[in-house]
């Protein structure tokens, strides 16, 4: 089968020769951060956005509007009713889990899509990398939102201890600091984190049980946060605990979730190895 993450780089051949015409086009959803129709998530190897699906086709209905997702219109992938696909999740992985020519990220972004109607899978990665001076407020906005379920499942484990020693503290939801920081603007995650408009295109896997066929676009230019920003995502993620106060990460002694870089060099199908699409300004102009 063809496994996910590798290492991208340019195959050459025709396999590897950009066909797409035009750029991943996108609109972001109809939800802010703190809409409670959106769910997060401190998975044991990541964590998760999760949204709802959109009520019907058409995105020009104002209808279809209400409750949207963010949407995707992947090159070279058209259909009768809909060029969209829905966001389903968006995910945060440390470190990095694909790699570029060999260079390692510090994080990885990955938004995964299913289109309404031909149940195609599309994963847009992006890799992140920190810096000293790289603060980012749109990260920051999303982190914020994954801390209160972090501090909501610290409360809970310290309240249950308190019970088993006879005390019945209340459990604190923080919600003050919730409502002074609910933001007005819709999210929009393209605009948000995508910093350029080409990618490494492949077909390959998610990257976690069952490991089910998806295609690949891996944005060629890394979003950019602080040294802070990423040790409080890591903290998030390595040292969760869940109600009952277990522990939820599932990192090794590197402190990795990630999964490790897979072989491309023979595709089991084919018997030869996997090509990667390269798409750069040579190929496509950026829409107006």
């Known amino acids: ?149 972090y501090n909501d499942n610290k409360a809970e484990c310290s309240a249950r201890r308190s019970l088993r020693k006879g005390f019945r503290p209340p459990i604190s939801k923080n919600e003050t600091s919730r409502v002074a920081r609910q933001l007005q603007e819709k999210f929009d995650p393209y605009t948000d984190f995508l910093k350029t408009v080409y990618f490494y295109r492949y077909h390959g896997s998610n990257t976690e049980p069952p490991c089910f066929p998806i295609t690949w676009f891996v944005m060629t230019t890394p979003l950019v946060i602080s040294m802070e920003q990423l040790r409080q995502t890591q903290s998030l993620i390595l040292t969760n605990v869940d109600g009952s106060c277990r522990k939820t990460s599932v990192h090794n002694n590197e402190q990795s979730v990630a999964r490790p870089i897979q072989d491309l060099a023979n595709d089991p199908a084919t018997g030869q190895g996997r090509p990667i699409m390269f798409c750069d300004a040579t190929d496509f102009s950026p829409d107006p």
């Open 1 to 149: 089968r063809k496994q996910s993450p590798v290492d991208l780089h340019e195959t050459g051949g025709e396999g590897g020769k950009c066909t797409a015409v035009h750029e991943i086009r996108t609109r972001g959803g109809a939800h802010r951060l703190h809409d409670t129709q959106l769910e997060y998530l401190i998975e044991s190897n990541k964590l998760r956005m999760v949204f709802p699906r959109r009520p019907c086709l058409n995105v020009e209905d104002d209808r279809c509007w209400e409750g949207r997702p963010p949407l995707a219109d992947f090159p070279n992938w058209s259909s009768g009713q809909t060029h969209f696909s829905d966001m389903l999740n968006l995910d945060i992985k440390v470190p990095g889990e694909h790699t570029i020519k060999g260079e390692k990220f510090d994080a990885e972004l990955q938004m995964l899509h299913l289109h309404l109607t031909d149940q195609r899978m599309g994963l847009i990665g992006v890799p992140i990398r920190a810096t000293n001076t790289g603060f980012n407020r749109e990260y920051q906005n999303v982190l914020d939102q994954f801390q209160d379920v």
